[in-house]
């Protein structure tokens, strides 16, 4: 059974930290891309970063380059999402999801496998 269970989502003030985890099983974690989307009240789902579990390549969305980490222990088949300086905008469930490597590209969000969202929220 394939299972994403993310985890460390709450409540910061800006400019505070949060990180993200993603435990993935039941798949070769090394032949996939493990990325983080999020989607806040009203807007579309929207691909925030993914790591290459294979080259170990990451990709971020330019509103969260130099703010966001990703990083990935293959041993444990967990991604990590390392926050900081977060901001209001920031604000959404955060949802980890998991793409075969081949015909994926970023920022594609053709993901094959979904987790259940972790919610962040980000006050002022």
């Known amino acids: 059974e394939v299972q994403l269970q993310a985890s460390g989502g709450g409540l910061v003030q800006a400019g505070g930290s949060l990180r993200l985890s993603c435990a993935a099983s039941?798949?070769?974690?090394?032949?996939?891309?493990i990325g983080w989307l999020r989607q806040a009240p009203g807007e579309e789902r929207e691909g925030v970063s993914s790591i290459s579990s294979s080259d170990g390549s990451t990709y971020y969305v330019d509103s969260v380059k130099g703010r966001f980490t990703i990083s990935s222990d293959n041993a444990k088949s967990t991604v990590y999402l390392q926050m900081d300086s977060l901001k209001p905008e920031d604000t959404a469930v955060y949802y980890c999801a998991a793409a075969g490597l081949v015909g994926w590209s970023w920022p594609d969000l053709s993901y094959e496998y979904w987790g259940q969202g972790t919610e962040v929220t980000v006050s002022s």
């Open positions: 039941g798949f070769t974690f090394d032949d996939y891309a």
